[in-house]
């Protein structure tokens, strides 16, 4: 009977979505899978036997309905990134936020329909470490008979950048939270899983992507890289941002790209130089944090110019026709960083919401806890890392998630009194912040929002233990990003400065190393949503909190009823 009655709702959940387009069907089966790479073999999860996973393609309006197989030894959960998930919150993903993980042996079937959104996503597993190799591309075509703004391009390729440790990523995050020290830094950078010719062993493999001469191409860049924001570069080639996070943008052209983990960007490529050459796309990190260990390696993948008669890439000989290598910036070059994200805005003027029913002032950074008793603490001084937002460092509850209980009613999971502003006003930015207000306190907390408010939240980055910049996502929202800086953000001098008139659409934005941003959306999809560092190692430290966005009026502003099948914990 059980078993009837999600046939009968199923189908009518797709009956629905029938008229406004086409519903694709997939199989998603999570399990272990033997890779070569950097000399060794290694066992990494993967989504089937693919490394990246599987792209997904569909079109505005299109449903997907992913029956994920978890035959891996970990618990696992899948989130669709940048996907507004209008009412379909128990689709996001992220673990004990809005479903239970997905337990080895067992499925769950995510049902979303994408709704007025086109352009460049991805998705990723988000539980643990393991979207480090279970992640892959997300693109959303024009509705038919729609085309982009922009020229059409001859062709498109995803660029999926990415991080490797020849190790168990789960391994290098346990150690961490066992030592309460800083992970292992990687071994290397990928280019759609390849680490690239600057790396042993990985010459064979590298990336080749073939072009034709005088073609306009369409790249698809997409940072997947779990601690490292990236400048990329191609040799002898500008590229012209057209997009970014699924919302086109005002073009304009750029010898670098500067990418935060959790944020896409599509370029224009134009093919003019010499055929028969090859030019490298290379990545590197941008490292705002001063004095703090990372990744200084370099990833490449090979432009291949060909014959447009016969448009397949083979590898010609490096004695023959070494690659061109690109400029790329130095590995702490703020201002260049800076003014990539400030090139980016909407294409035409926009309807910023307004007035605000919110004003939100979100601090965002590390912190340290002090040593306890029959604990290790590999941190500064005999302390344990640990991160936070306005002084609460979040904890992900283990019997049932955020977005169940609330639905249920269920009490002792989590209070919805995450505070509105840091409890202490302080010199944010400052270089001797008192280690008095370097100790964040835990708890489960969210802060509510009545559906239709509009939202205004200032995140201001901190100087506790270091600075960096942060790429803070925002589940279950496109926000315009109004401003960013650097400093303390003044409220009475920096509104001035907002831009009310085209301000880019993000899921991702990226607060400045010891400065701001201030995002602006409407509360118009109920739900659990979390808001977090997309830098890994900061989120399983806490640098996380969660709107628990209210029901508005009717079935159709209302999260829906949970899936039957919906992960037990």
Not at 241 to 257: H, S, W
Not at 359 to 379: A, D, I, K, R, S
Request: net charge negative; hydrophobic share 40%; glycine share 8%.
């Amino acid at each position: 009977m059980q078993c009837l009655l999600f046939s009968i709702l199923l189908w009518l959940s797709l009956a629905f979505t029938c008229a406004s387009g086409e519903i694709h069907y997939h199989e998603f089966v999570i399990q272990a899978t033997p890779v070569k790479r950097l000399c060794e073999m290694h066992n990494i999860i993967t989504v089937n036997g693919l490394f990246p996973g599987p792209t997904l393609e569909v079109r505005n309006g299109d449903t997907l309905v992913i029956k994920a197989i978890n035959q891996a030894l970990y618990n696992v959960t899948l989130h669709w990134h940048g996907i507004r998930q209008l009412r379909t919150a128990w689709a996001d993903g992220p673990e004990f936020v809005t479903q239970c993980p997905i337990r080895p042996g067992e499925s769950y079937i995510y049902r979303f329909t994408i709704e007025g959104q086109e352009g460049t996503l991805w998705w990723h597993a988000h539980s643990m470490w393991l979207r480090a190799t279970v992640y892959g591309a997300l693109i959303i075509y024009p509705e038919e008979g729609s085309i982009y703004p922009f020229t059409m391009p001859k062709r498109e390729f995803p660029i999926l950048l990415g991080q490797w440790w020849n190790r168990d990523p789960n391994d290098v995050l346990r150690q961490a939270m066992i030592t309460g020290a800083a992970p292992n830094i990687s071994d290397a950078f990928t280019i759609n899983g390849q680490p690239g010719d600057l790396y042993d062993c990985s010459s064979q493999e590298t990336t080749v992507i073939p072009v034709v001469y005088g073609e306009t191409n369409l790249f698809r860049f997409i940072n997947a890289a779990m601690n490292n924001e990236l400048f990329i570069a191609i040799a002898g080639h500008l590229m012209t941002v057209v997009a970014a996070d699924a919302a086109y943008t005002k073009p304009f052209t750029t010898p670098v790209l500067m990418l935060g983990p959790g944020q896409t960007t599509d370029v224009l490529v134009t093919t003019t130089q010499a055929p028969g050459r090859r030019y490298y796309i290379a990545a590197q990190a941008y490292a705002s944090a001063q004095g703090v260990p990372f990744d200084n390696t370099t990833t490449t993948a090979i432009l291949q110019y060909v014959s447009a008669a016969c448009p397949t890439a083979t590898r010609t000989s490096p004695s023959v026709f070494p690659p061109l290598f690109p400029a790329l910036p130095a590995f702490n070059d703020t201002q260049t960083a800076a003014a990539f994200s400030a090139g980016i805005r909407s294409p035409s003027p926009v309807d910023v919401p307004d007035p605000v029913d919110e004003h939100l002032f979100f601090t965002v950074g590390l912190g340290l806890f002090n040593c306890q008793p029959n604990q290790l603490c590999g941190g500064p001084n005999g302390t344990r890392f640990t991160a936070s937002m306005n002084n609460v460092s979040f904890v992900l509850p283990q019997t049932v998630s955020i977005l169940q209980a609330s639905y249920l009613g269920a009490e002792g999971v989590f209070t919805d009194d995450f505070p509105p502003g840091p409890p202490i006003q302080f010199d944010y930015t400052a270089s001797n912040i008192s280690q008095d207000l370097q100790q964040p306190v835990p708890g489960t907390k969210v802060y509510k929002l009545k559906y239709g408010s509009v939202v205004q939240v200032v995140l201001q980055g901190t100087n506790i233990v270091a600075g960096e910049e942060h790429p803070m996502h925002v589940h279950g929202y496109q926000f315009y990003v109004l401003a960013t800086g650097f400093g303390n953000y003044n409220p009475a001098t920096d509104p001035a400065g907002f831009n009310m008139v085209d301000p880019p659409q993000r899921n991702t934005v990226g607060v400045p190393v010891n400065g701001w941003a201030v995002i602006r959306f409407v509360a118009d999809n109920p739900g659990v949503w979390l808001v977090h560092c997309h830098l890994d190692v900061h989120i399983v430290w806490g640098l996380a909190m969660a709107f628990l966005v209210e029901n508005g009026v009717g079935e159709l502003q209302a999260v829906e009823p949970p899936p039957i099948d919906l992960p037990l914990c």
